[in-house]
């Protein structure tokens, strides 16, 4: 659809996920999942000690975003894209 992105949901099982997990990471992530994502990421930027050790994380992909740069319908809201580092 066309209405408004709401990632926390999906942001907040990421977090979940991630805590939950030994070892190694992947994160995957599509249309709102990975929308989802976006928004850990600038969580852990607010609250490092929320986030994995860097190390850890192996590989992040994101596709069918709506918060895509290059066209996603949400692309120009407040708070959306990913982290400036």
């Given at each position: 659809?066309?209405?408004?992105?709401?990632?926390?949901?999906?942001?907040?099982?990421?977090?979940?996920?991630?805590?939950?997990?030994?070892?190694?990471?992947?994160?995957?992530?599509?249309?709102?999942?990975?929308?989802?994502?976006?928004?850990?990421?600038?969580?852990?930027?607010?609250?490092?000690?929320?986030?994995?050790?860097?190390?850890?994380?192996?590989?992040?992909?994101?596709?069918?975003?709506?918060?895509?740069?290059?066209?996603?319908?949400?692309?120009?809201?407040?708070?959306?894209?990913?982290p400036?580092?």
């Amino acid at each position: 659809g066309t209405g408004t992105v709401t990632p926390k949901p999906s942001s907040s099982r990421v977090q979940t996920a991630v805590d939950a997990t030994p070892g190694d990471l992947i994160l995957v992530g599509y249309s709102v999942g990975a929308a989802g994502i976006y928004d850990r990421l600038r969580g852990w930027e607010k609250q490092p000690v929320l986030a994995p050790d860097p190390a850890r994380v192996l590989l992040i992909v994101t596709f069918g975003n709506p918060e895509n740069k290059f066209g996603g319908r949400n692309r120009t809201n407040a708070g959306t894209g990913l982290p400036a580092e």
